[in-house]
């Protein structure tokens, strides 16, 4: 019997540090609020590595073969890139330290980002033109952006100025 409530205890225990891992963790695959301040945190250590790996695509071809990847796939990509530039170690040191399950994680996440911020500013100038431009303006805008979920533009209407002001101290060098 003693045996028994031992088992219990540990199992309890248990499944309560994983609850409290797994809470730690954000979804970095959505846009909320840990996973966009994780991509902020992150973002200076991970450029060197962003770049050698958009090194690679450099046609717009092979930047839209990348993308129809799934996700596995890009992984494996993105690693025999970095691997041939021997950044495999600081890639693998980066995504641990920041909390990311790979570089291409990351990669995603941002892609939703940028998306989902250009889906906001387009949406909100369609409401200052006239119909025709604003038919113009849906004719020339890239299709992922005018997939973006209204819930990720509604995201980022909520977190505007956060991202304001990340973007101004990114871009002066902080």
Known sequence: MNAFFVVCKLFFFGLLAVSANAQLLPDNNNLNVQSV??????????????????AYHLTPESFKTFEALSPLQQDEQIERVLREANLMEQATKVARQHGWKSIGEYMRLSTKLG????????????????????????????PAVLAVPQADIDFIRRNEKTLQQYIQAYSAGR
Request: charged share 30%; glycine share 4%.
């Open 37 to 54: 301040n994780r991509w902020m945190q992150s973002n200076r250590d991970m450029a060197p590595l962003v770049q050698a790996v958009d």
């Open 115 to 142: 998306n989902a911020i250009a889906a906001y500013f387009l949406l909100g100038d369609l409401g200052k033109v006239t119909e025709e431009q604003a038919k113009e303006l849906k004719e020339k805008a890239d």
